[in-house]
């Protein structure tokens, strides 16, 4: 079965703060593609990372960061220094290429307070 | 401009009565999809299309139906909307040739069925 899990629902920072928002993914393909979005208070979503299941390794872009762990099947985000301008709900994503399905979690929303 | 392009943005309408969204996109894209968007649940995929005339269920199809007869558009269509269609929704659109890429998404739907 092809799942992700964001068991974080909300999670509140003070500004300059560094937090990690978990996710954890299921799937019985070897070949699958996981994803991060952002969604911020004005509703668009939007792409922040794509890794395909063959590359473990971890990105860094700015202040944000990626952990991709296949030991433990997570690809888990991190915020370092946040900022308010980063208080959004983060989806976690899932493609595979048995079923082609898109599969979101649940989001966590993320409070960044001033 | 790159863009997915839903209409209309708001929608209400009363139960039993036809409607369809519509979504269309300019980059070309094979795959697009449509989710919607409920508190807790985060986007679940109701219908995605892998080219023109080809579509699959998703996690949530139940009430809903969709067409591809060109590359471009997408449209989603209620037959009799019931109150629990109440929602938020997105179209998007990828390119899958070498697996899932980024997801581009339309601005939203937000439907209200009484």
């Known amino acids: 079965a092809q799942k992700v899990t964001q068991a974080q629902t909300e999670i509140s920072v003070v500004e300059k703060e560094d937090v990690t928002l978990d996710c954890v993914y299921e799937?019985?393909?070897?070949?699958?593609?996981l994803f991060w979005y952002k969604q911020p208070p004005s509703g668009e979503l939007v792409f922040l990372i794509r890794r395909n299941s063959f590359d473990e390794q971890n990105e860094i872009s700015g202040r944000y960061s990626w952990n991709f762990q296949k030991s433990t099947s997570s690809f888990n985000f991190t915020i370092t220094a946040s900022q308010v301008v980063d208080s959004a709900v983060y989806f976690c994503?899932?493609?595979?290429?048995?079923?082609?399905?898109?599969?979101f979690g649940t989001g966590t929303r993320l409070k960044v307070l001033a | 401009e790159a863009q997915v392009t839903q209409n209309p943005r708001y929608l209400i309408t009363v139960t039993g009565k036809k409607l369809t969204v519509t979504c269309s996109q300019n980059m070309n894209h094979e795959y697009m999809s449509w989710y919607r968007q409920d508190p807790g649940l985060g986007l679940r995929q109701i219908y995605y299309s892998m080219n023109v005339e080809v579509t699959d269920k998703g996690d949530v199809p139940e009430g809903y139906k969709v067409s591809r007869k060109e590359k471009r558009n997408f449209p989603l269509i209620l037959e009799s909307p019931s109150p629990n269609q109440t929602s938020l929704y997105f179209c998007a659109s990828s390119l899958i040739g070498r697996g899932h890429t980024e997801a581009f998404f339309g601005q939203g739907t937000r439907l209200t069925v009484v």
């Open positions: 994503a899932q493609g595979t290429s048995g079923t082609y399905k898109y599969i």
């Open positions: 799937t019985r393909d070897t070949t699958y593609y």
